[in-house]
Nanobody
């Protein structure tokens, strides 16, 4: 059974930092690309950052230079270090596993429970 369990959200002032964690189980973590997705109230889901199995990464333009995605394959854990946080970063953050099934219509097949990040003074 695949599980993605998130932690590390919370309330922080603008300019502050948070680190999100996503503990994975039930699959060979190192073989899967993982992503962080966020959703602000009234807005659609936004792909924030990817950590791919080949070592490459992706960041949406709005977080480049501020966020760093990383993974510890030995611990089956994905991280998102968020620095210099802005109010616009507020939202519900999810980790998700890339769907590798051939012909799948879905980009991701498993999701964490979500964790709230609130950036406010």
């Amino acid at each position: 059974q695949v599980h993605l369990v998130q932690s590390g959200g919370g309330l922080v002032q603008p300019g502050g930092s948070l680190r999100l964690s996503c503990a994975a189980s039930g699959f060979t973590f190192s073989k899967y690309s993982m992503t962080w997705v966020r959703q602000a109230p009234g807005q659609g889901r936004e792909r924030v950052s990817d950590s791919n199995s080949d070592g490459s990464t992706y960041y949406v333009d709005s977080v480049k230079g501020r966020f760093t995605i990383s993974r510890d394959n030995a611990k089956n854990t994905l991280y998102l270090q968020m620095n210099n946080l802005k109010p616009e970063d507020t939202g519900l953050y999810y980790c998700a596993r890339r769907d590798l099934r051939p012909g799948s219509p879905f980009e991701y097949d498993y999701w964490g429970q979500g964790t709230q990040v609130t950036v406010s003074s």
